[in-house]
């Protein structure tokens, strides 16, 4: 009996041990850039670096905020803002007709949109192609550029969890409302969108984290006025020659929001990235 | 009577549709005709039928690329999805808030961006003063210039890929998981199985195919991955660490040989493909 409670409170312990160690490993890149943006540079010089017990100071915010930095953060809450926008709208009425109709080429469509799931995710493959056909174009380098390409980068995974998420809604629901006298164009706008409300969440979730962290992308699409935070980023590393200061300044800052929304939103989106896996 | 009704719910679908296909399709055909050209910085020169290709084979850097992609891609996503399979396994046992917990956790190498997470983690191999070597050196060992040392410059790459996707395996798998009917598992309980008959006989089978989905993204996004490598390593020391996506970004924009890394696109891209074929195969999506 007692020997039971033993291995039993020693499993726990190497439990919370792997946890603990997963945790550390998982974050402390983070936690170090944080600590780094708040030490002087003769601070993060120092051998050994002292973890706690330096003076902290937001000089490198100073430096990094005075320059262009902050008009890519503007950009960068601008450009998601309207592929969100797009890719709700664009990803919701496909969803529902998806969903709910039946129309000739359907299969098809639904093929691009589940080709779309990994190819899109590692856009990389598309970055030479796209940038020579919206050279040919000349959409490179305007105020719409970004935005539409990150909501067509994103709207595969957010059609995904549409669809998901309105098969859930019972169809009794909308055929009652039609029985009743509804309108197809209320059913569409008024009805479904608040039953659906948790997969709206995770797929701007979704469109929001793509946008927001994009580099490659942006870096040959746009230039100048125009640039993303994670190119600001990017450019520092030359800018201000791995000076580690201003740079963890600049990570920190592209890393907060990111934060602040996942831990609102995570359920959202574990339960967006698993719509579709579910079905063993 | 007579009036036929015409189905026009294909038009909820059209607006995705043409952005897709504009930005999807569009651009992949538009690179295989650029693919047959010569190009000179950016003006197109004149039909070269199969040369950029047949240089892409050529060019040792390139197939050497290659080489370094595959055997980086391999090695980051087994490490993702073998640890991401032993974390789903254990955190399946416990539940509440200390499971939501490690998901959380898990993820959040995930939802950083790849330049702040390959900045962060040069930073912490820094020669002198990252994190990494302050510790290896106070555990008495001699410290590693990681991003100049050739072989330790590409297991950083592999780690750092496998750090920030092992919380993606363990989420998906772990979904399948959960989809496992429990009076299964209790039914094999009863019928005298011990924990691992249950594990290789019921546990693993069910949730084949939520491991072979992972496998598949995350061996497509490790494939195509190219922004790690450019800020982690920069595709150095001496090209250690140029995976394929890296060396078509420098043919644009450092060469400006936009023929050669169009036909180094499609070459990608007929390996995606057939990467995606095997997701559709096994993920069996129906409408």
Redesign the interface.
């Known amino acids: 009996m007692n020997n039971h409670k033993v291995r039993k409170y020693t499993i726990r312990a190497v439990?919370y041990l792997?946890?603990a160690i997963?945790?550390v490993?998982?974050?402390?890149?983070?936690f170090?850039?944080v600590i780094?943006s708040l030490k002087n540079p003769r601070e993060?010089?120092r051998?050994?670096?002292q973890i706690f017990g330096f003076e902290p100071t937001l000089m490198h915010y100073q430096t990094v905020l005075s320059g262009q930095f902050f008009r890519s953060i503007m950009n960068s809450v601008l450009f998601s803002l309207f592929a969100i926008m797009l890719g709700l709208i664009?990803?919701y009425?496909?969803g529902?007709?998806?969903a709910r109709?039946?129309?000739?080429?359907?299969?098809l469509?639904?093929?691009?949109?589940?080709?779309?799931?990994?190819?899109?995710?590692?856009?990389?493959?598309?970055?030479?192609?796209?940038?020579?056909?919206?050279?040919?174009l000349h959409m490179t380098n305007q105020f719409y550029t970004l935005p539409?390409?990150y909501?067509?980068?994103n709207?595969?995974m957010a059609?995904w969890i549409f669809?998901a998420g309105i098969k859930a809604v019972p169809f009794e629901l909308e055929e009652a409302a039609r029985i009743d006298g509804v309108s197809q164009h209320y059913i569409v706008t008024r009805l479904v969108p608040p039953l659906v409300k948790p997969s709206i969440a995770s797929a701007a979730l979704f469109i929001f984290?793509g946008s927001?962290?994009?580099?490659?992308t942006a870096s040959?699409m746009v230039s100048g006025n125009l640039k993303v935070i994670?190119q600001s980023?990017?450019d520092f590393?030359g800018f201000f020659g791995l000076e580690?200061g201003p740079?963890?300044a600049s990570?920190t800052i592209?890393?907060i929001p990111?934060?602040i929304v996942?831990?609102i939103a995570?359920r959202q989106?574990?339960s967006g990235?698993?719509a579709?896996?579910?079905?063993? | 009577m007579g009036k036929k009704k015409i189905n026009l719910s294909i038009l909820y679908t059209v607006p995705a549709s043409l952005l897709l296909i504009m930005f999807l399709i569009i651009p992949l055909i538009f690179a295989l005709y650029c693919s047959f050209y010569q190009y000179k910085y950016m003006m197109q020169g004149s039909f070269v039928g199969l040369a950029n290709y047949i240089e892409c084979f050529v060019t040792p850097r390139i197939s050497q690329s290659f080489l370094i992609t595959f055997i980086v891609t391999f090695a980051s996503t087994a490490i993702s999805i073998f640890l991401g399979l032993v974390l789903a396994l254990w955190i399946d046992r416990r539940s509440g808030l200390f499971a939501y917990f490690i998901e959380m956790i898990g993820l959040i190498p995930w939802v950083i961006s790849m330049v702040v997470a390959g900045l962060l983690w040069r930073w912490m191999f820094n020669a002198e003063l990252g994190l990494f070597n302050v510790i290896i050196r106070a555990m008495g060992f001699a410290g590693v210039d990681v991003i100049q040392n050739k072989t330790a410059a590409q297991v950083a790459l592999i780690f750092v890929l496998s750090w920030r996707t092992i919380g993606y395996a363990m989420v998906m798998i772990l979904a399948g998981l959960k989809g496992i009917d429990d009076t299964l598992i209790e039914a094999s309980h009863i019928d005298g199985a011990n924990s691992l008959q249950t594990l290789f006989l019921i546990k693993l089978p069910m949730i084949k195919s939520s491991v072979l989905l992972s496998t598949i993204v995350l061996t497509v996004s490790n494939f195509t991955n190219n922004t790690v490598p450019k800020v982690l390593t920069g595709g150095g020391p001496v090209n250690a660490t140029n995976v394929v996506t890296l060396e078509q970004y420098n043919l644009s924009f450092v060469y400006y040989e936009f023929g050669k890394s169009s036909a180094l696109s499609v070459l990608i891209m007929i390996c995606t493909v057939i990467i995606i074929a095997c997701y559709i195969k096994v993920a069996k999506y129906k409408i």
Do not use: C, H
């Open positions: 439990e792997i946890a997963f945790a490993i998982n974050l402390i890149p983070v170090w850039g780094t993060i010089s051998i050994p670096p664009l990803g009425l496909a529902y007709g998806f109709r039946k129309f000739r080429f359907k299969s469509l639904f093929f691009l949109v589940v080709v779309g799931i990994p190819l899109s995710g590692g856009s990389s493959v598309l970055l030479i192609p796209n940038y020579l056909y919206m050279l040919k539409l390409i909501a067509a980068y709207l595969p059609i669809i984290i927001w962290n994009d580099y490659i040959v994670q980023i990017y590393m580690w740079l963890t990570t592209a890393v990111i934060l996942f831990t995570g989106l574990v990235l698993t579709g896996a579910v079905k063993g």
